[in-house]
């Protein structure tokens, strides 16, 4: 089988990380065309290890690196400064969560930043401060997230299957792709939220430039490609996708809100569920999804200009309420970030297609059949967790990212015992996050 998104509990005990030797990530001489999805409606029975797995649940932040969220932890590759292209050595320096401001993650300002692979990050800053990519979220904001990596596994070499924004990544994780035909791939956010079938009639989204780093003109974004839930519908298989609603502040990462016959169809009002923090009274009741996705309000996102410091605490209640439920033996969770947020990292990306591969970002990787404390360095993309879901149930692969992509193999131990959860200390209730008003996310994401 090759398997291809301040709290000390879930940390304590755990032994030192482990790690596999880094492979070489050069970038591909030169990128294959983006091949259509040609999904196979047939789904095969699950037997052998991956048959212990029940649930999947993949949450997804937004807009970070790995060197600006795990800046130097041990045994990952991560780098404390990095280069200009004046050929000036900078230093990265702490920048909190709540920090005012944004920096450009446009798929135009990727190539940007990308500089040929040279990893010029000031070429897509703020003009008023083209530094600010190089820096890091210190550690007692992210404390969570480095218990849970401590504790099962993390990725390091985990890598946004689009070169873009977020309404792409998010079509990435549900889809493998975000192509609508083959000469119309979106690569940017819609001009106007929320992002999909319910935006404005005068709203577009722009195209894959027929010259690297460009953009063509849009179409209305919604669609009508297949994706993993409609897999799952196929195999009679629960499956739920937990969303900011429409109007809400994090709308705009509703990703099935752009799928068109998902959106008008039945699937809308039984498998999309709004408010997304229903699922932390939703699972402790025993509902869980074959497959599920969990989406962040603005607020608790991780997002740069959310002006706040809770998307740690957000995805460590979500991991209790999975962990402290009778569903915890038999889940696999993956938590990622869906885009670089225009923050430097280290490590190029290699060039497989033309949309991608994208800057790394973090995964984690939190299971009673995770590895314990260990490092991957294995190569990692969005397709890798969707690969991984249609392993484990056995369904037709979309042939699109998740074709190409490994399924996570690595980052399991089948043979171990489950180990009761420990849940991670938490600064905040349940509760607050259910009860908390919530502002609107800008449509730029």
């Known amino acids: 089988m090759v398997l291809l998104a301040g709290c000390s509990g ?95 993650h446009s798929h135009v300002n990727w190539y940007r930043q990308y500089a040929n692979g040279q990893l010029f990050f000031d070429l897509g800053g703020p003009k008023a401060n083209p530094l600010a990519p190089y820096s890091y979220v210190p550690q007692s904001e992210t404390q969570p997230y480095w218990s849970l990596a401590k504790q099962y596994t993390i990725g390091d070499r985990m890598f946004q299957s689009n070169t873009g924004p977020s309404f792409v990544a998010h079509q990435y ?17 819609p001009n106007s939220g929320p992002w999909g079938c319910d935006s404005r009639a005068t709203t577009t989204v722009a195209l894959l430039g027929a010259t690297p780093g460009t953009d063509a003109p849009g179409v209305f974004p919604c669609f009508d490609y297949q994706t ?61 999804g074959a497959i599920t996705w969990v989406v962040p309000s603005f607020t608790n996102s991780d997002h740069a200009g959310s002006n706040s410091t809770s998307g740690p605490q957000w995805v460590a209640s979500v991991v209790n309420a999975i962990g ?55 190569q ?18 979309l042939g699109a990212s998740d074709a190409r992509a490994d399924d996570l193999s690595d980052t399991f131990d089948f043979a171990q015992s489950p180990q009761p959860y420990v849940p991670l200390g938490v600064t905040r209730s349940p509760g607050s996050f259910r009860h908390a008003p919530e502002p609107t996310a800008p449509d730029n994401d």
């Open 380 to 397: 990692h993309e969005f397709g890798s967790i969707l690969k991984f879901g249609e392993e484990t149930f056995g369904l037709a692969p």
């Open 10 to 104: 879930g940390g304590s005990g755990a032994p030192p990380p482990t790690e596999t030797p880094a492979p070489s990530v050069a970038p591909a001489p030169s990128p294959s065309p983006i091949g259509t999805m040609t999904p196979v409606p047939t789904a095969t029975p699950t037997t052998g290890p991956l048959a212990k797995i029940q649930h999947v649940v993949i949450i997804v932040q937004e807009n970070r690196t790995f060197d600006d969220l795990f800046q130097g932890y041990p045994g990952a590759d991560t780098a404390a400064a990095g280069t200009t292209s004046s050929g000036q050595s900078v230093a990265l320096v702490p920048r909190s969560f709540a920090e005012p401001g944004d920096i450009d």
């Open 228 to 288: 993993l839930g409609d897999e799952l519908d196929r195999a009679n298989l629960p499956w739920r996708y937990y969303s900011p609603a429409i109007g809400s502040g994090g709308d705009i990462w509703s990703a099935y809100d752009a799928i068109k016959h998902i959106r008008y169809g039945a699937d809308w009002s039984k498998n999309v569920i709004s408010p997304e923090t229903n699922i932390l009274t939703d699972v402790p009741g025993g509902s869980l």
């Open 324 to 378: 402290q439920s009778p569903q915890w033996n038999s889940t696999a969770i993956f938590i990622t970030w869906d885009d670089w947020g225009g923050w430097y990292d280290h490590v190029a990306p290699p060039q497989i297609d033309a949309m991608g591969l994208g800057f790394r970002v973090p995964l984690l990787v939190v299971s009673p059949y995770a590895k314990h404390g260990y490092v991957s360095h294995v």
């Open 173 to 189: 994780l549900i889809a493998g792709s975000s192509q609508v035909t083959p000469s119309e791939i979106p690569d940017e956010n």
